[in-house]
């Protein structure tokens, strides 16, 4: 059984005073998540990410379409006790602190008494809020309050978690905490759905990915199936390189293109026609150190902007 499954969800919106008409929000949408995996859901801002997460969370309904969660329809009471979520942009009630509520949120899901400090103590740990959690919300920052709603989302022990941008507004380190949080709930089970436009994230942390553009979905599948584009070149990275030998392989016909990095320091983009050993063989015997060897391959970047550059109709109805 799928975690998540979506079948040509469609969402329509009427826009415009005088003459309303109908605009595209998202389009015939249809993926699978399976259980226990962190799938990203990628694309530009205005792409149709958020809509389609609150398809999925029934705060608005498809046009035409239909969307599970654990094999059940997705407005089922017994999905909503089993899944948390993080909206892109959260909003607590700001003159309580968050201890408060964090407790508050166990509330509602019947946690009582010790049980429910101790819970709202752990999230709070996990999430980096240390003796702060005792101020009110509104002297939070952005980064503080994405935290708290991170911790609010999983204070169930959901079996899925959506999460929308979860790592809007955070500073590096907090960043690298999240996506740590986020591997831990994979490695316990939960699967994890978060959209994002940041492909770094993705990178580092999801088996699978769709990416959607202008309201459809342009491209999904295994990260590794999608990454694993033919090596078009390398990229050779040598220090103390001197004039002559620079002077060698620029006239050697082996160099796509050479990038100074710093003093006597060049990055070499050699072809994939050219076995890299040959020119770096040559470079060595002139002195060189090798620095790096790296191959030369599409990333998820290039291939977002490619798959969204690509999608050029109309979101309109047309």
Request: aromatic fraction near 8%; glycine fraction near 10%.
């Amino acid at each position: 059984m799928d975690a998540i499954r979506t079948e040509a969800l469609t969402k329509h919106y009427q826009v415009g005073f005088w003459r309303p008409r109908p605009y595209l929000a998202l389009e015939g949408v249809s993926l699978s998540v399976a259980q226990g995996e962190v799938f990203g859901f990628l694309g530009p801002n205005g792409a149709g990410k958020t809509t389609t997460l609150k398809l999925l969370m029934q705060l608005i309904y498809p046009t035409s379409g239909t969307a599970e969660i654990l094999g059940l329809p997705v407005g089922a009471a017994a999905v909503k006790r089993r899944i948390g979520y993080l909206p892109e942009n959260p909003y607590f009630y700001d003159h309580l602190t968050a201890e408060e509520l964090l407790e508050y949120f166990a509330s509602l899901f019947g946690y009582a008494g010790a049980e429910r400090r101790q819970r709202a103590s752990r999230l709070l740990d996990e999430v980096g809020i240390g003796a702060e959690r005792r101020l009110q919300l509104r002297k939070f920052s952005k980064g503080m309050l994405q935290r708290v709603g991170i911790a609010q989302a999983l204070v169930n022990d959901p079996e899925v978690v959506f999460f929308d941008e979860p790592m809007s507004g955070l500073d590096p380190l907090g960043r690298r905490e999240i996506r740590q949080l986020i591997l831990r709930l994979r490695d316990r089970g939960c699967t994890v759905f978060f959209s994002s436009h940041v492909l770094a994230d993705a990178e580092a942390l999801c088996s699978r990915v769709a990416i959607v553009a202008r309201g459809r979905l342009v491209a999904s599948g295994a990260l590794s199936e999608i990454l694993a584009f033919q090596v078009h070149g390398w990229e050779l990275v040598v220090s103390q390189v001197t004039p002559a030998a620079l002077e060698c392989a620029r006239k050697s016909g082996r160099v796509e293109k050479i990038v100074p990095l710093g003093p006597d320091r060049y990055a070499f983009d050699v072809p994939l026609t050219v076995a890299p050993e040959q020119l770096l063989g040559e470079l060595t015997a002139a002195g060189a150190q090798l620095v790096s060897l790296t191959p030369l391959r599409e990333t998820l970047e290039d291939f977002f902007v490619r798959q969204v550059a690509g999608a050029t109709s109309d979101r309109g109805l047309e």
